[in-house]
């Protein structure tokens, strides 16, 4: 060796110094210089720098001027917009070896183009790696060229809109960008500071490989107030966000009213549990917690969960494991305030530190830091700031350790460790999460789905469910752009119905005085909590029953219910749920002349297509039925060793307003979606038409479905659609209803978060399409779109190697 400061490996693997990394950035620089480091913006396929736009300076990690980004106005979101339609038109109509061999192309490119992208990416502080994009590319150039083959009755949207936060990866944007490309839409990007540069870089090497002009824009801006005015244009089909959870709800209540489907990936703040069982290698587990709580730039803030049979080993080996780390770059040196704040809190609280050093003079720096022996309750865990931090928890049992992750609002991810597969199968049904690594942590592949649940997201990205987004069934209508309208969100749904005076209005002329009916919550018929009241009247006018008025605390103890009968419905087998759907389409048949009486009694239809309702709706169970064993999901093929399993999940309790057309058909359409998936519901029935669905509880009862899956309030539409709402527990909503009644829901459903499906009526229009919604077809497309919008899909990575 030459030198006495060289090393040995002996030293190297002693001390655990990281060795030193490559940061030229020499390529990257030299194609900002070609662009005079002002890019501009990438609108109908060439990079345009209008010259009377305000500017903002990006500067690099070292404070040196990166490059000045421009911020859109609102005429080039215009402009975008437009040749976007344009693009479109020219795009969809290839066909899909067309544009399959755009994608192979774009393949090629970026494996020429890879050094500059991954330097833009390390400048940007978005670290992407290159052949991670190149297999993202190669993963959807398949689907490009085979969608027609395996999705033949979809068709994509038009032009979707893709928006993402200032920490967001290339990869993340792209795992929107390519499906959206991939099945025919057109994307207008409205980047962040952290993906401005490689996107609008990726933008002209797809232009490079023969991207017609339009398909792709890509637009730059300060602020997500970009990402809203973007949603806003009207030739916007669809709107899509991956980033963090506050600019997501702003997007969500920003766009209430537009009338275009929004889906959020909110993974970027999302909090994850790393779980170390006693059963584990601790070796193994200890160096994979330090690589994925302490890289330079995290997926995600990780909480470390540890057997206490095994928490003195763990502890001392995290202190001889850290003892060579040096301070890590904070994101901005206001953090540093904050992270100091986390620590001393949780050292009040009892907490000991693990530093491998004392914290430097220097604002943009901090040592790794392991505070050991949090309470769950701590701030540091409940929210831990932006920094290296790594709270650590305790736990008995695995029972327990499972309840302690799950006890979170996010549900993006977990890392779990364990040599015995038992326990580690059991744990990835258990997390309530979308992804769940064994023995392994941050491994991505497109092939499989990369979804949150809870506060981390409503939409599933990857794999075959993340092509859904942008796709909608040839045979349903899209939905029509609408201007917001005036509602009073604090007042909305509080007025309630009015109840049932003496008096008025005079009964229908019936062989019998109308009958009272009863809700149906926790598997027992029960009155209303207001004790009031409300008309059911024929099509002529008068009183032919009387249904409860119910209200928030009915939908309380439906959703109590539902929430204690869920797990065991959920655990069932996928036999075990067809059959129970069986027993209720037997038990449907039985009463097939009184659900007709009623709906003819209700709606005023002839008794023939009363009877023709009920028996689609006896078919229609029968289906549903049938199918609960075919989507069970299965072992995917990834291009590293190892074994991954991706299979549809339950979104869990859900809410379900229905429409006022075949109001037993459409009951049963979206009840028997559900239930087949492994959900429970809270159904509140029309409130025009609601006797089909109160004689229907009959059937409920003599069936097989447990008590509490199904409950069924009747009430006002709005008053009840406000309740479900603001429940926490729900984590779904479907709703059939008014345009003011769809906005409050995406306006509202954002804080919590809930997975939404909103069909706008149209007034005067209650026999019409309901949402463009043709009950009696059975479409297989359509059955699908039900049952995807019914499932979450989880993905479990098993390493062999």
């Known amino acids: 060796m030459a030198g006495s400061t060289n090393k040995t490996v002996h030293d190297i693997f002693q001390s655990m110094e990281y ?6 950035t020499a390529t990257a620089q030299s194609w900002l210089e ?7 913006l990438f609108l109908d396929g060439t990079f345009v720098c209008p010259s009377d736009r305000q500017t903002s300076t990006v500067n690099d990690a070292s404070g040196q001027r990166l490059w000045t980004a421009v911020c859109a106005a609102e005429e080039d979101v215009s402009l975008a917009a437009s040749s976007s339609v344009g693009g479109f038109k020219v795009w969809s109509e290839l066909s899909c070896h067309q544009r399959a061999r755009v994608f192979h192309r774009f393949v090629s490119s970026l494996q020429r183009h890879g050094q500059c992208l991954t330097e833009l990416c390390e400048l940007a502080q978005a670290p992407s790696s290159v052949s991670a994009l190149v297999r993202l590319a190669q993963y959807y150039s398949g689907w490009a060229q085979l969608k027609d083959a395996l999705v ?7 032009v979707v809109a893709v928006a993402v936060s200032d920490d967001c990866s290339l990869y993340a944007l792209l795992l ?6 991939a099945v025919g839409n057109t994307v207008i990007v409205a980047a962040g500071s952290g993906t401005a540069l490689p996107a609008l870089l990726t933008a002209s090497i797809l232009r490079e490989a023969g991207l017609p002009v339009g398909v792709l824009n890509v637009l730059t801006g300060k602020d997500l107030s970009l990402g809203v005015r973007v949603a806003r244009d009207p030739n916007v089909s669809c709107v899509t966000y991956t980033g963090n959870k506050q600019d997501g709800e702003i997007l969500s209540r920003e766009t209430a009213g537009l009338g275009v489907p929004l889906s959020l990936s909110l993974s970027t703040s999302a909090i994850c549990p790393f779980i170390i069982f006693d059963s584990a290698d601790i070796d193994s587990a200890v160096d994979g917690v330090i690589e994925a709580a302490f890289r330079k730039k995290k997926d995600w803030q990780w909480i470390l969960c540890v057997q206490e049979s095994v928490w003195d080993g763990v502890v001392a080996r995290l202190k001889v494991r850290m003892a060579g780390m040096k301070c890590l770059p904070l994101l901005a040196e206001s953090d540093r305030p904050i992270v100091d704040a986390a620590v001393q809190e949780a050292q009040q609280q009892g907490a000991t530190v693990i530093q491998p050093c004392p914290p430097p003079s220097s604002l943009s720096l901090y040592p790794p830091t392991v505070l050991w022996g949090v309470a769950p309750s701590c701030p540091c865990v409940v929210s831990p700031p932006a920094g290296p931090l790594l709270p650590t928890l305790s736990f008995r049992t695995a029972a327990e350790g499972i309840t302690i992750a799950n006890h979170s609002p996010h549900g993006q991810a977990a890392s779990i460790w364990t040599e015995d597969l038992t326990l580690s199968l059991e744990c990835a049904k258990s997390l309530s999460v979308g992804t769940v690594w064994v023995n392994s942590h941050s491994v991505f592949d497109p092939s499989l789905c990369l979804s949150g649940t809870k506060e981390s997201g409503n939409c599933a990205n990857g794999g075959p469910a993340g092509l859904f987004q942008f796709l909608r069934p040839a045979l349903s209508p899209s939905l029509s752009r609408s201007s917001p309208v005036p509602v009073n969100y604090a007042k909305f749904g509080t007025n309630g119905t009015q109840p049932t005076l003496p008096g008025a209005p005079e009964p229908a002329d019936l062989a019998h005085d109308p009958r009272s009916y009863l809700h149906f919550v926790g598997g027992r018929p029960c009155k209303a909590d207001s004790g009031r009241s409300v008309a059911v009247l024929a099509p002529g006018g008068g009183v032919i029953a009387y249904c409860p008025d119910g209200g928030r605390k009915d939908v309380r103890n439906a959703v109590e219910a539902a929430a204690k009968s869920q797990p065991g419905w959920k655990k069932r087998s996928a036999v075990s749920r067809a059959q129970s759907l069986y027993s209720l389409a037997e038990s449907l048949e039985l009463k ?12 005023g239809i002839l008794l023939e297509a009363a009877e023709m309702e009920v028996d689609l709706s006896i078919s229609r169970l029968c289906d549903w039925a049938a199918h609960c064993d075919k989507e069970g999901g299965g072992v995917q093929s990834l291009p590293q060793s190892g074994s991954a399993l991706s299979f549809p999940e339950p979104m869990g309790v859900m809410g379900v307003v229905l429409p006022d057309r075949s109001p037993l058909l459409s009951l049963v359409s979206l009840l028997g979606a559900a239930l087949a998936a492994g959900n429970a519901v809270v159904m509140i029935p029309s409130e025009k038409y609601p006797l089909p669905a109160l004689e229907f509880i009959q059937v409920l009862q003599s069936s097989a479905i447990p008590e509490g899956v199904v409950s069924i309030i009747t009430g006002g539409r709005d008053q009840l659609t406000r309740a479900l709402a603001n429940h926490s527990v729900i984590q779904a909503i479907w709703y059939w209803g008014s345009k003011e009644g769809c906005q409050y829901l995406q306006y509202t459903c954002c804080s919590p978060l809930k997975s939404l499906w909103l069909h706008p009526e149209e007034v005067g229009d209650e026999r019409g399409k309901d949402g463009g919604q043709d009950w009696a077809c059975s479409h297989p497309s359509l059955m699908e779109e039900m049952w995807r919008q019914a499932t979450h899909w989880k993905s479990v990575w098993i390493p062999t190697a």
């Not at 070609?34 to 501009?40: A, E, N």
């Not at 929107?176 to 490309?181: M, R």
């Open 152 to 158: 033949p009755d979809w068709t994509p949207r038009g």
């Open 19 to 24: 060795g030193p990394a490559s940061s030229s």
């Open 34 to 40: 070609s662009h005079s480091r002002s890019l501009g």
């Open 176 to 181: 929107k960008v390519l499906p959206a490309l």
């Open 592 to 603: 097939r002349r009184d659900l007709a009486l009623s709906l003819q009694a209700q709606t």
